[in-house]
């Protein structure tokens, strides 16, 4: 047992550090090793700058305290810092989790006065959010009808990407992740029926929410949509 | 067997009790048997707009209780034979009775009755819990305010979630045409954008209406002024006739559309 290959392989990148890891082997001897290549490297990188490291765990599933203890060891050392923890394995939980927030919810009613309607992913809306009403949604939210209370899209950290599009635009108060803004008309005009087919977004350069008729947003060319993440050619 | 309609607005002063009272007298109006009871337990007040408050012995706590029986609590109209009254007490609360008592109390007098009106106090706790638990249907009262037409859409919300009544109908009330002309006061249309539900009348606001309620008559007994015809008009909606909407002031409709056409509004 002593020619075997090494349990944890460090690779250094030009953009910091892999460490790519044995996904047969037993935890705890991941660990040792672990420990053990850090210590004896640890002049290497003793200076210049933190260099990110990078652990690659392939096929081996790691618990969440798992993740706190290989990111312990890491911080440990002055000059590493953990950039992340990949694993192609994810329990049906977490996967769960995150395929809800990929779907997009319909509902068709009214969102009246006092009713809070919120949904993991993306809110479809045939109806109306009266003023006092509460739309929500993880990602963003589309409402076929007019908007007149309040709509929260996106979660702190997240406002790339994420819309809220009404076809009446009339709203008491928007957020989108942890931007938030309100209206300045008075309450009496908020029953009348303009600002149709508008499109709120997070300006992240302004740092503020921006509400613009739809053909305006499609010339900024700015998020109208998940096919955005690819980034054009 | 006949049906409960529940008369609701979730803000005070709308005309929950006015709007009960002439609703249940234009019913009788039209030959049906009428009960109206009043839910306002410690604030009650129709049997004064009715002007049969010298007339009461038990009450609906009296009932509730078991102290009496029904038909010994029941005040007759001295107008009409075919109207009844069940009077709230008004030395207790909301809370000396409960909406299973209420809904019972409420089918007995169904059994007897062609429409039973429920007057609702305001409010959304127990008074309008008790007030809604035996409604087969319901009308919701507001005026043209953004306070009133905000409670309302909060209880049109409440109204639905509650799966015995149907889809409530909505009645505006004291509706000013200078007020709305001027931009003062919110059109019946805004008001429709955002409640969306059946509308069951539109009633102007008119003196008349306060000086009968002080005298204990309903102003739907008078029937020169605008306001009692619009409660008719509600009566016969409610027996399923379709009566065309008032058309209160054609010169100012007429004007208005002018002034939209010379986009003024």
Do not use: W
């Amino acid at each position: 047992m002593t020619s075997r290959q090494p349990l944890v392989m460090m690779k250094g990148r030009k953009d910091g550090l892999v460490l790519v890891m044995n996904e047969t082997c037993s935890y705890d001897a991941l660990l040792q090793e672990l420990k053990e290549k850090l210590s004896v490297n640890h002049q290497l990188y003793k200076e210049g700058p933190a260099i990110p490291v990078k652990i690659q765990t392939g096929n081996r599933y790691v618990s969440r305290l798992q993740r706190t203890e290989l990111m312990d060891i890491i911080r440990s050392y002055d000059h590493l810092e953990v950039d992340g923890i990949e694993s192609n394995v994810m329990t049906r939980e977490e996967f769960e989790a995150e395929k809800s927030r990929e779907r997009l919810v319909s509902f068709t009613r009214i969102v009246r006065s006092g009713q809070v309607l919120s949904v993991e992913g993306d809110l479809f809306l045939i109806g109306d959010v009266n003023p006092g009403g509460v739309v929500s949604a993880t990602g963003s939210i589309y409402i076929l009808g007019a908007l007149r209370g309040i709509a929260a899209a996106g979660e702190p950290g997240n406002e790339q990407n994420r819309v809220i599009a009404a076809s009446i635009m009339k709203p008491t108060q928007l957020k989108i992740g942890r931007l938030m803004s309100r209206t300045e008309e008075e309450p009496l005009d908020e029953m009348k029926n303009d600002h149709v087919m508008e499109c709120a977004y997070a300006d992240l350069v302004l740092g503020k929410i921006v509400i613009d008729r739809l053909n305006a947003v499609m010339k900024k060319n700015l998020p109208t949509g998940r096919s955005r993440t690819q980034p054009e050619a | 067997m006949g049906e409960a309609i529940v008369v609701t607005s979730g803000k005070g002063g709308v005309g929950k009790t006015t709007t009960s009272a002439n609703v249940g007298t234009v019913l009788a109006l039209q030959g049906k048997k009428v009960c109206l009871v009043d839910t306002d337990i410690g604030l009650r007040n129709l049997d004064v707009v009715m002007g049969l408050e010298n007339r009461i012995i038990y009450d609906l706590v009296d009932v509730a209780s078991g102290r009496c029986r029904l038909n010994q609590a029941l005040v007759k109209d001295k107008r009409f034979d075919s109207l009844s009254m069940l009077p709230a007490a008004q030395t207790t609360d909301k809370n000396a009775v409960a909406p299973d008592e209420m809904k019972e109390i409420i089918d007995e007098l169904k059994s007897d009755y062609d429409y039973v009106i429920i007057d609702c106090p305001a409010g959304i706790e127990r008074g309008f819990q008790n007030a809604v638990a035996g409604a087969d249907h319901a009308i919701v009262v507001t005026t043209p305010e953004i306070s009133s037409v905000r409670d309302a859409d909060r209880v049109i919300g409440l109204l639905e979630q509650q799966e015995h009544i149907t889809p409530p109908r909505l009645v505006i009330n004291r509706i000013r045409h200078n007020m709305v002309r001027e931009g003062g006061m919110l059109e019946v249309d805004e008001i429709m954008n955002i409640l969306a539900i059946d509308l069951l009348g539109i009633i102007v606001d008119d003196d008349v209406v306060i000086s009968s309620s002080n005298k204990g008559e309903p102003a739907a007994l008078n029937p020169s002024s605008k306001a009692a015809q619009a409660y008719r008009n509600i009566g016969r909606r409610i027996l399923g006739e379709t009566v065309p909407l008032m058309a209160v002031n054609e010169k100012v409709t007429f004007l208005q559309r002018v002034k939209s056409l010379l986009g003024m509004r």
